[in-house]
């Protein structure tokens, strides 16, 4: 099992130091948010070869209900603008040699659809099936993450999931699975997995209050269970978020403190399992 943390969930840190404290804490990968003109990707790459650190990963930037990169918008325009961003970003990830991309196929935070979910749905395929033969080129698959209901209309469980994945029929588009948000929209644990199964390209871990792990009440064994149950052997990623201020980035000193500590001991404590 290779190990791996979120880049976005340190707000404003460089990506290149978020890189060197992976490598530091003993993380093998990073899964790297792509805001495309936000950051240095020559510096982001050499620095990943140095510390010996594999991309394999990189995570959609997809600001939350921002009209431009929702990828379900019913409005033609503005879809497509999304379609050539996500495209911008895929590239960006072809030049990291990176092996997958997390997306939600609407903006994160849309709650409700914009038309009818049937429409919005529709849209949100055909968007996938328009980039899913330009990542194929990239040597990138496509995987379409499983967000809780108040972050997404169309995907928020292993059954949407699993619906959508047979709707867009591209070899190269997959799921994944992440236990903050399986908390909150799963029944148990472990059918997820099995569920999903020969399409999990990747999991996201934080505990129940989306901390790090061992600091909620999620029952990790039984997530240990399910992973092993189903011999899932790629990457466990951590993706914690600091408490207070911001409810997704490290705002402040002191919660990016929190954050290192917390992503220290999750490491530790995922060690202890695989
Ligand atoms: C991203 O991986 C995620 O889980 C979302 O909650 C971000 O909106
Ligand atoms: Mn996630």
Redesign the pocket.
Known sequence: MKFSL?SWVFGDLAIEDVIRFAAKTGYDEVEVGTAVDAHDWTSIKQTAKKENINIRGI?ADAS?LKPETDLANPDVALRNEAIAYFKRQLEIGGYLEAEYM?LAPAA??RSIPALSREEDWSNGVDSIKQLAPFANELGIQIVI?P?NRY?NCLVYNADTASYFLQAVEEPNVKTML?T??MNIDEANLIDPFTKLKGWLEAI?VADSNRRGLGKGHLPFEEVVKAIKQIDYDKTITV?SLAPGGHP?EATSKQQLNILFKDMEESLTFLKNYF
Do not use: K, Q, R
């Open positions: 979120c995570n939350f997390v994160p935070g993450e967000l972050e992440d903050f948000h996201h993706e997704f």
